[in-house]
């Protein structure tokens, strides 16, 4: 082991010479090539969305193991230190902080909303553990070049990607089907406020007339939509924007039909194709409805995605959701890193990473995500939008991304905003 002492060759030392013959450091050098990888994963594990945690988590252990079955790296394994945030940012701070110094972890995993994501990555920032975001979508995470750190990286999608694909998918109909007025309803927090206007704006910039009639910022986890339902309702639009997700985009869709709110309304639901949100909602919206792919096993049309999602289901006994995919690449990549530096080192992490290609079962550069280095978020996942429809496989019609024009796109956005 690259002129260290193996646990098994202390073992052989103590009984030829005896315990007392054997100097002090050695005994710490065996116990760090022998001890665990402690890994720390903060997340909602309770409440209306805590399918959120369950399946991220999931999504982490399908991956670590496998790392620990195949003996991990020098014969140390991962071992997955969890806590519940119930999505309070204060709880995901202090728990951050105490997953580092308390619980000894060098590798954070963050599967946190938006929020809550914010202020454990501040907590990283100041610290020397490695953060992996898995689960925060909002863009300014990473392209706010004053919130980027050396130790901060992220593997899940990001919603102003999902934002230039919608708005020209939604421009598309809008524009065949005379759809010119327009209502929205997002969460009032960072990634609601964030997604709404950047959808909004791609679906006028593509040529589609937008008459914006009405706005919903409804709080996270509210469980009661009946103003925002009738505020709505009131302004008679032919299309909604719904940044909701998990059990807040059910309740609002299981609301809205009781008052009819769908009846005659296109939906346009970025987080609506996901596994859990599809089988939980009682009745999908009448007039129709179209989702960005969150999760679903038939896109991208690819072996090892549908072997992924079925390896998910049979340890799990559930289909995976987006945070399980977003997870999964996570993982891999820390996973890798570990691989290729002999080292569970944050630094020595950190810069493996960067720029990094992993195989994911969303990838699209031959079957693999990228790490982008100048920002350390991932690009070339899985992105299209489609029709939902109530049963397997969900989402159909797919229209996928043109990577070039996303990123291209992305560029001129951060001019505009002063990011570039």
Not at 249 to 272: E, K, P, T, Y
Not at 310 to 323: H, I, L, M, Q
Request: net charge neutral.
């Amino acid at each position: 082991m690259n002129g260290s002492v193996s646990r098994r060759s202390v073992i052989a030392a103590g009984v030829s010479v005896g315990m007392s013959g054997l100097a002090p450091g050695v005994f710490r050098q065996a116990h760090a090539e022998s001890r665990p990888i402690k890994v720390g994963l903060t997340s909602i594990f309770s409440g209306r969305v805590a399918q959120l945690g369950i399946t991220t988590k999931n999504g982490l252990l399908l991956e670590f193991e496998a790392f620990n079955a195949a003996g991990g790296v020098g014969g140390r394994t991962i071992e997955l230190v969890d806590r519940d945030s119930k999505g309070k940012p204060e709880d995901a701070a202090r728990l951050t902080r105490e997953l580092i110094e308390s619980e000894g972890c060098d590798i954070i995993f963050c599967g946190e909303a938006s929020g809550s994501a914010f202020a454990a990555h501040e907590v990283a920032r100041s610290s020397r553990a490695l953060l992996m975001h898995v689960i925060s979508e909002t863009t300014q995470l990473t392209a706010d070049a004053k919130l980027r750190s050396w130790n901060s990286f992220r593997s899940a999608r990001q919603a102003l990607h999902d934002s230039i694909v919608g708005g020209a998918f939604a421009a598309k109909i809008a524009k065949e089907q005379g759809l010119t007025r327009w209502a929205t309803i997002a969460a009032d927090y960072a990634y609601g406020r964030e997604a709404t206007p950047e959808f909004m704006g791609y679906v006028e910039s593509n040529g589609a007339k937008v008459e914006l009639v009405a706005e919903s910022w409804p709080k996270l986890f509210q469980p009661d939509y009946t103003d925002s339902i009738t505020k709505i309702l009131q302004s008679r639009p032919q299309a909604l924007f719904c940044g909701l997700w998990g059990g807040d985009l059910v309740s609002f869709i299981d609301q809205g039909n009781l008052f009819g709110l769908f009846d005659n309304v296109r939906v346009f639901a970025i987080h609506l194709a996901d596994y859990t949100t599809l089988m939980s909602v009682k009745q999908l919206p009448a007039a129709g409805a179209f989702s960005s792919n969150r999760y679903v096993s038939v896109f991208p049309s690819r072996s090892e995605n549908a072997s992924w999602s079925e390896a998910y289901n049979k340890r799990f006994g559930s289909k995976p959701t987006n945070w399980s995919w977003e997870a999964c690449v996570g993982a891999r990549f820390v996973i890798d890193a570990i691989r290729r530096t002999n080292s569970a080192e944050p630094a020595k992490l950190a810069e493996a990473i960067k720029g990094m290609q992993v195989a994911a079962p969303v990838g699209m550069r031959d079957g693999k995500t990228v790490m982008r280095s100048e920002d350390q978020t991932i690009v070339d996942y899985a992105l299209g939008w489609g029709r939902i429809v109530p049963n397997d496989p969900y989402l159909v019609d797919v229209q996928p991304a043109d990577w070039s024009e996303v990123l291209r796109l992305e560029t001129d956005w951060k001019r505009r905003v002063g990011f570039g």
